[in-house]
């Protein structure tokens, strides 16, 4: 059986690397941004827990169907997580 030619391989070398800074688009995030971002996530799961421990117990919980404490819960949080797409 013939034998297969070897190859030479040739060194594999990277892309050339951009050695220059980038520069960040705009200024950082003010700091109520960032109270506001953490603090609708922490309400929603606030909101969550309570219903689940003492929903029973809370009138205005009550008078509300589980659906809709959940879309409060998960609605808050929701609107924390998208806003992190803005952070800085």
């Avoid at 980038?22 to 309400?43: E, H």
């Avoid at 117990?57 to 589980?66: A, S, V």
């Amino acid at each position: 059986m013939p034998k297969s030619k070897v190859r030479s391989k040739t060194e594999y070398t990277d892309a050339a690397v951009r050695r220059t800074p980038v520069k960040v688009k705009g200024t950082p995030t003010p700091r109520w941004y960032l109270v506001i971002m953490f603090g609708l996530m922490l309400l929603g799961l606030a909101w969550l827990v309570v219903y689940y421990i003492a929903g029973e117990k809370i009138p205005f919980m009550m008078e509300l169907e589980t659906w809709q404490n959940f879309a409060i819960g998960f609605g808050l949080a929701v609107i924390g997580l998208l806003m992190t797409m803005r952070w800085r």
